[in-house]
C-alpha cells in the first residue's frame, strides 16, 4: 500500500479535522473481550484503524524459573507489530521501539494489578498490533487492562490510555497516524481515574508549559471517557453469559 | 518482553533510612530536594572522535563520543542526513550491568536522550546532505556509562549536548563520481540545546537527580527535557507507579527552572 501524500491542512477553515473530527473528538472505539479461546483473558480493539488483540496468561508457573520473584507475580509485556500492520513491511523481529514501548506499557499496568497475591507466578499480556494508525500503545494499553480483567485477574482499576498532541499549533485529541506525522507534538498519557494516578506519560515533539497542561488534562478527560466503555464492554459479556444461563431450559429428569 | 525487574537487594534500613530522610525534606547525601549533584564536564577527551565529553554527576560518570562520517540516507528522508544515538551500560559501570545484547534499560537511555536531541531539531538534518538522495553526513552518538551511581538518562543527555556542540566536521566536497576531503573543519552547527531533567518520587515526595539508593527505592521517575526555548520537547514516565497530575504540572515548571541552570554549566564547558 503506497503511503498517503503529506495532506496541505491538518485542521480546515471550519476547525474540522481531515478526518472530519473536532479538535476535542476521539476517533470510533470499538472494544471487545473473550474472544480468544486459549487465552486465560482477551481483548480486542479497534480506534480509528488501528486493530490491537491483547491476550493475558497467567498467573501461571515462571518460566524459566529463576524469573520469579518470591513475594509477588512478575509482569510479562510484549507490544509487536505484526509485520503487515504499516505501509512498509515491518520486520517482525522486535525493535528498539517496540522493547521501549512493552517496557512503557508493562509499567503502566503494575500500578493496578494486586500482585502481591500470586507469588512466584507470571502474567504475560502479550499485545498484538494487527493494523497500525497511531496512538497504538495507547490503544494497546485500554485493550490489556481489559483482557488483565477478562483474565479475572485482581486489580484495582482498569487503566485506560489516549494520546494528545499538537497540530497547526492546536492541542488536539487522539491523533491518527498523518497527524501525528504531520503534526508538531506528541503526548501519550495512560491514566487510572479513580486513583487520579497518570501511570504512562511520554512526550516527543515541541510544547510550551501551557500546552502540556492543557494536553493534559484533554487526554485525561478522554481516558475518563474510554475507561467508562472499558467498564461497559466487562459489564455486557456478564451480561450475555447471564442470558445464556437464564434461557437454557432445565433439562428433564427421567426416572 | 518486557518483565517486573528483580531489583539488587537493598538492606530494608537503608531502604528506610532514605525515605525517612526524604519525608523530612532531606536527602542521604544532604542535598536539597531541588538540588542537583555536583556537575563536572570535561570536552574533546578523545582526539579519534569528531567531538568527546565526560561528564560526572556526582559520582555516576558518563562518556559520549560523536563520530561523523559518510553514508547513504534513509529511503524516506532522500534531503536529510541521519542521526543514531546509542547508550552502553558498560559491564565495567555497575555489579548490575550484564554483557550481551542491550538491555531494556540501555534501550530505554538511547531512546530517550536520541528523543530530545531529535525532537529539538538540535542538530539540522538538512545541513548534512552532501548528495541529495545519495550522499549525507551521519552523525552517530555513542553514550557509554563508566560509573554507574544513578540519573544516568541526566548524565547522558549532558554528556551527548556537550559533546555535540565540541564536535567538529570535516568539509567534504563532491568531485565527479568521488566525495573528497577539501581540507580544514568546522564546527558542527546546533540549533538547540536539549536538557534533560529527571525526577524521582520517594513515598510522596518528588526528588531532582536520583541518586542510585533513592533509585532503589524510588515508586516512579520522569523525564522532563526541555530546550532552549523552555519549551518541552520529550518525556518519559518510568517506574512501577505513577504520578498524580498536580506533581506532573509542578515538575515540568520546575524542569525549565533546572534545564535552563544545567544548559549554561554545559555549553560553557563544551567553549572551554
Known amino acids: ?191 487510572v481515574p479513580n486513583m487520579g494516578l497518570v501511570t504512562l506519560l511520554q512526550m516527543d515533539g515541541n510544547l510550551t508549559t501551557a500546552e502540556f497542561e492543557q494536553g493534559l488534562s484533554m487526554a485525561m478527560e478522554a481516558c475518563k471517557t474510554i475507561h467508562t466503555m472499558q467498564r461497559e464492554t466487562l459489564k455486557k459479556k456478564y451480561a450475555t453469559i447471564k442470558d445464556a444461563v437464564e434461557e437454557r431450559e432445565e433439562p428433564e429428569i427421567v426416572a | 518482553m518486557s518483565a517486573t525487574p528483580q531489583l539488587p537487594p537493598v538492606a530494608k534500613l537503608e531502604q528506610k533510612t532514605v525515605v525517612d530522610l526524604v519525608t523530612k525534606g532531606k536527602r542521604i547525601d544532604e542535598r536539597g530536594l531541588e538540588s542537583y549533584r555536583p556537575i563536572q564536564i570535561q570536552v574533546g577527551l578523545i582526539e579519534k572522535a569528531n567531538g568527546s565529553a565526560q561528564v560526572f554527576l556526582g559520582k555516576s560518570k558518563v562518556l559520549a563520543g560523536i563520530k561523523i562520517e559518510t553514508g547513504e540516507p534513509f529511503p524516506d528522508t532522500p534531503e536529510e542526513g541521519v542521526l543514531t544515538v546509542n547508550a552502553e551500560l558498560v559491564p565495567l559501570a555497575s555489579p548490575s550491568f550484564e554483557m550481551g545484547p542491550p538491555s531494556e534499560a540501555a534501550i530505554e537511555l538511547s531512546r530517550v536522550v536520541d528523543r530530545g536531541i531529535r525532537e529539538s531539531k538540535a542538530i539540522d538534518l538538512k545541513s548534512l546532505v552532501i548528495q541529495k538522495g545519495k550522499k549525507v553526513q551521519v552523525v552517530y552518538v555513542d553514550v557509554y556509562v563508566l560509573d554507574h551511581d544513578g540519573n544516568l538518562i541526566d548524565a547522558a543527555s549532558m554528556a551527548a549536548l556537550a559533546a555535540l556542540a565540541n564536535s567538529k566536521v570535516a568539509k567534504m566536497e563532491v568531485k565527479g563520481d568521488e566525495l573528497v576531503a577539501k581540507g580544514g573543519h568546522h564546527q558542527l552547527p546546533l540549533n538547540n540545546h536539549p536538557v534533560a531533567v529527571t525526577f524521582a518520587k520517594i513515598d510522596k515526595t518528588i526528588v531532582v537527580d536520583p541518586s542510585l539508593e533513592e533509585e532503589q527505592v524510588m515508586s516512579a521517575r520522569l523525564t522532563v527535557t526541555i530546550d532552549k526555548n523552555g519549551h518541552l520537547c520529550a518525556m518519559q514516565k518510568g517506574g512501577l507507579y505513577g504520578f498524580t497530575p498536580d506533581e506532573l504540572k509542578k515538575a515540568v515548571n520546575l524542569a525549565v527552572a533546572k534545564a535552563a541552570e544545567n544548559r549554561a554549566k554545559i555549553m560553557a564547558a563544551a567553549k572551554g
Not at chain 1, 524459566?64 to 510484549?78: F, L, N, Q, S
Not at chain 1, 509499567?107 to 497504538?136: A, K, M
Open chain 1, 1 to 191: 500500500m503506497p503511503e498517503p501524500k503529506q495532506p496541505e491542512k491538518l485542521i480546515d477553515e471550519k476547525g474540522l479535522r481531515i478526518d472530519g473530527r473536532r479538535l476535542d473528538q476521539l476517533r470510533p472505539l470499538k472494544l471487545e473481550v473473550g474472544l480468544l479461546d486459549k487465552a486465560d483473558g482477551s481483548a480486542y480493539i479497534e480506534q480509528g484503524k488501528n486493530k490491537i488483540l491483547v491476550a493475558v496468561y497467567g498467573p501461571r508457573e515462571a518460566h524459566p524459573k529463576h524469573i520469579a520473584m518470591p513475594e509477588r507475580a512478575v509482569i510479562r509485556c510484549r507490544y509487536h507489530m505484526a509485520p503487515f500492520s504499516v505501509d512498509e513491511r515491518k520486520s517482525p523481529a522486535p525493535s528498539r521501539r517496540e522493547m521501549e514501548l512493552s517496557k512503557v506499557i508493562r509499567e503502566s499496568l503494575e500500578p493496578v494489578v494486586l500482585t502481591d497475591l500470586y507469588p512466584r507466578t507470571t502474567i504475560d499480556v502479550f499485545i498484538e498490533v494487527l493494523q497500525s494508525d497511531g496512538g497504538s500503545r495507547c490503544a494497546g494499553i485500554t485493550a490489556a487492562s481489559l483482557a488483565l480483567a477478562d483474565a479475572g485477574i485482581p486489580m484495582k482499576e482498569l487503566v485506560a490510555a489516549c494520546a494528545v498532541g499538537k497540530i497547526q499549533g492546536k492541542m488536539a485529541l487522539d491523533l491518527s497516524d498523518a497527524e501525528d506525522k504531520y503534526g508538531d507534538a506528541d503526548l501519550p498519557v495512560a491514566l
